[in-house]
């Protein structure tokens, strides 16, 4: 079973004229036409601007801003010397209480440094799977349940940007929001014509504290060049540019609402109108306000209310699954910071996808990369797969591909994770992890976005459709795109789109399971994620 396809022909008689280029509610405060919105004209140069900005950010100075850096170690050490005592005395019952206690300083330490730590804290929010549980659900508190800022400064903000006093825009504006996290916080409001809105409102100094953190971070992680076993993971400096890439263009609304724009016009040109986009107001968007049209449903995560309401969860997997990867592959456009307080699954059955700060761009030869990467993960390409890596700026151009599959054994047949002994696990896990830093590999922002929304929608599996046939959905997902898309991907590759034969050997070796499985749930993918961490921790635990 797949995605209901919509066309033009299925709009309601009467639908607003905007929903014919944009995938929006048929329900319109007000109707968008993009030759007359006056903010949408500065969106591109504002986006290369920050773009600019990102090099000059993330360079190393001789002399780093004392003054912040001071605070920003003294609060993580502050945090960290309780739980580092306690753990020294051996006061922990199990390592859980350890992990939770650490998770929970951790987490009032990010939300005390403000806007830049608290992104670093969502972004770890959506890691299910990758960071410890304690963490995740100590940091998804991060999303939306920041300590608030006080109204005054709210109106302050508001009067500023909008050139008029709160009560001259607004019939009713709540003091309390609705909303708060790292970059601004969310009111809801009714403007003086009738229309009930939302109005995003930037935390004030927050673009010069960010600004501030990345000098910080710049100047901070060569240092860090493998001192600390998290910075063995990556290349710090690396990491920095990567998140500066993310969080800057998140500074200015201007740039988020023509996302949005950019976002409903891919949809609606896919026909993926079980998801909709909120109106941005075709005037009140400026650098650090953003008024648009209030949507409201279920959060993501609440399976109570999604299922109380009669909707078909595994359904709404399967149709997200599908909407974020054709947005990637055929337009190279996708909603870059899915995480569950970013979506509302409405009583239709609609999802409203919501906060555009953070969209994956792949453009050129990069999207060609992508294509490939996603063509060979399917036909069970292993060089392929290599090839298409490097050419997304993985991998060095020069990178020895050859070399790279003998040193990580993927030519060999698979070994299943659950069948090695906590100290074979790590120790393949530093193996692998010295083999691609020794090749100079890196995380793309693009490539980043993708696999962090590929988490999140692993954690919503495990919630809204844990029985769902992981292998059977990649399959029937696959054969769906080789109908709708084949022939133009195939024409844009220069390949016989016929000739291409789905082989999800590549799949199942990513499960760590053998070529003869047919099936895995993720109730079974989970278990076996399980019991892989278990022997891992107790490993590392001796």
Request: hydrophobic share 45%; net charge neutral; charged share 25%.
């Amino acid at each position: 079973m797949t995605s209901p396809v919509h066309t033009s022909s299925s709009l309601p008689d009467g639908a607003p004229a905007d929903m014919s280029w944009g995938a929006f509610h048929e329900t319109a405060p007000w109707t968008l036409d993009l030759e007359t919105i006056t903010w949408r004209t500065a969106a591109g140069e504002l986006r290369a601007s920050a773009q600019r900005e990102i090099p000059v950010l993330t360079t190393p100075t001789k002399v780093p801003p004392f003054a912040r850096l001071i605070t920003v170690v003294w609060v993580l050490g502050s945090a960290l010397l309780p739980w580092w005592w306690k753990k020294k005395r051996n006061r922990f019952a199990t390592p859980e209480d350890s992990r939770a206690l650490l998770s929970l300083r951790m987490r009032k330490a990010v939300e005390r440094l403000g806007s830049t730590y608290i992104k670093l804290g969502q972004i770890i929010s959506s890691g299910e799977g990758l960071f410890p549980a304690e963490l995740v659900a100590e940091f998804k508190l991060c999303r939306d349940q920041v300590p608030a800022i006080p109204f005054d400064e709210v109106r302050r903000v508001v009067e500023e940007e909008l050139g008029a006093t709160i009560e001259e825009t607004f019939a009713r504006f709540d003091r309390t929001p609705l909303a708060a996290a790292s970059i601004a916080q969310v009111h809801v409001a009714t403007l003086k014509t009738g229309e009930e809105v939302v109005v995003k409102v930037q935390r004030p100094v927050v673009s010069s504290l960010v600004r501030k953190d990345l000098r910080v971070m710049a100047w901070l992680a060569p240092h860090l060049v493998g001192r600390i076993k998290v910075s063995a993971l990556a290349n710090p400096p690396a990491l920095v540019e990567l998140f500066a890439e993310t969080i800057v263009e998140e500074l200015d609304f201007r740039i988020e609402a023509d996302n949005m724009l950019e976002v409903a016009k891919m949809l609606r040109e896919l026909n993926q109108t079980s998801y909709i986009v909120p109106r941005p107001h075709p005037s009140l968007v400026t650098r650090r306000v953003l008024v648009m049209q209030r949507v409201s449903g279920f959060k993501f995560d609440d399976v109570a209310g999604i299922s109380g309401a009669g909707i078909d969860t595994h359904e709404v997997i399967r149709t997200g699954m599908i909407a974020f990867m054709e947005g990637a592959m055929i337009y190279g456009v996708f909603h870059g910071d899915l995480h569950g307080g970013n979506l509302f699954v409405m009583d239709d059955g609609r999802t409203a996808l919501l906060d555009f700060g953070i969209v994956g761009r792949l453009t050129g030869a990069r999207r060609m990369a992508f294509l490939r990467l996603m063509l060979n993960a399917t036909t069970n390409n292993v060089t392929g797969q290599i090839e298409a890596l490097r050419d997304l700026g993985a991998l060095p151009m020069d990178t020895d591909i050859q070399a790279v599959i003998k040193d990580l054994n993927l030519g060999a047949p698979v070994v299943d994770p659950t069948t090695l002994s906590g100290e074979e696990l790590v120790a393949e896990v530093q193996r692998v992890v010295k083999a691609m830093l020794g090749y100079g590999a890196r995380m793309p922002k693009e490539l980043m976005l993708y696999v962090k929304n590929m988490v999140f929608l692993d954690g919503a599996i495990a919630k809204l459709a844990p029985d769902l046939d992981l292998l059977a959905e990649i399959a029937s997902i696959s054969m769906l795109f080789a109908q709708r898309h084949g022939e133009r991907l195939g024409r844009e590759l220069g390949i016989d789109h016929t000739a291409v034969e789905i082989n999800l050997d590549s799949v199942k070796a990513g499960f760590g399971v053998d070529t003869s499985t047919n099936s895995m749930t993720y109730r079974d993918l989970q278990k076996r994620r399980e019991l892989i961490q278990k022997r891992m921790r107790e490993h590392v635990g001796r």
